[in-house]
């Protein structure tokens, strides 16, 4: 099965720098690659996504990346605020034998710290 | 849209009690997943169905564990009987088949099994 890698588990940062958080997978078949942010006591939200057919995408200050034959993805934060920190997860989906539904499995999370 | 909404938000039960959690999906979604998040081994996929259909159940630790989806609205995840060992947050997602790729998360339900 999909195995994703994420690193760093913590990442302190000071307001205005810039964070990025870095996932490898194992399955080449993968298309499907999200972004959650998990806030304190709530459910993940998700952020941004990348599907496998584009190598980066951004919206406003938060940007991904995908490197395909490298089976690794990232995660860009620019101008980080302090609202920023929270834990961030990376997730892949399984190509799921072309249905339209497929499990996401989770990286381990990045606990993000955005310093005033 | 109220988006997903998982009850109760928090339960504290003995071991060797029945636990059942609930979730409604966002409305006109299809696809329901149900998860564990622990320290220890993050984020799990437990079970997931489309059309009310169990399709994978392989993330589901063992029999104690039960999972149903009687119509599109409403879905249970029950322990019988309980183990500390099952303490964690449970979340419940959901997607669309227009947008199947997106998953939605709820609250999630913070169970104490002591």
């Known amino acids: 099965g999909e195995n994703v890698e994420q690193h760093p588990s913590t990442l302190s940062v000071q307001e205005g720098d810039s964070a990025v958080i870095k996932c490898t997978y194992s399955d080449s078949a993968s298309n499907y690659f999200p972004w959650y942010k998990q806030e304190l006591g709530k459910g993940p939200q998700l952020i941004i996504d990348i599907r496998s057919n584009v190598g980066e995408k951004k919206d406003q200050r938060i940007a991904v990346t995908l490197n395909k034959t490298a089976k690794h993805f990232s995660l860009h934060i620019t101008e980080t605020q302090p609202e920023d920190s929270a834990v961030y997860f990376c997730?892949?989906?399984?190509?799921?034998?072309?249905?339209?539904?497929?499990?996401?499995?989770f990286g381990q999370g990045t606990i993000l710290t955005v310093h005033p | 849209d109220a988006g997903v909404i998982q009850s109760p938000r928090h339960e504290v039960t003995e071991m060797g009690q029945e636990v059942t959690l609930r979730c409604k999906p966002i409305?006109?979604?299809?696809?329901l997943f149900w998860y564990r998040q622990t320290m220890m081994r993050g984020l799990e996929l437990l079970i997931y169905f489309n059309n009310n259909v169990p399709i994978d159940d392989s993330g589901m630790p063992e029999d104690r564990f039960s999972a149903k989806m009687p119509n599109a609205s409403f879905s249970t995840l029950k322990i019988q009987p309980s183990e500390p060992r099952d303490s964690a947050v449970y979340f419940c997602?959901?997607?669309?088949?227009?947008?199947?790729?997106?998953?939605?998360f709820g609250p999630g339900t913070r169970l104490t099994v002591t």
């Open positions: 997602a959901s997607s669309s088949t227009g947008k199947a790729y997106e998953q939605y």
């Open positions: 409305s006109g979604h299809n696809s």
């Open positions: 997730a892949a989906r399984g190509n799921a034998g072309g249905t339209s539904y497929g499990k996401l499995t």
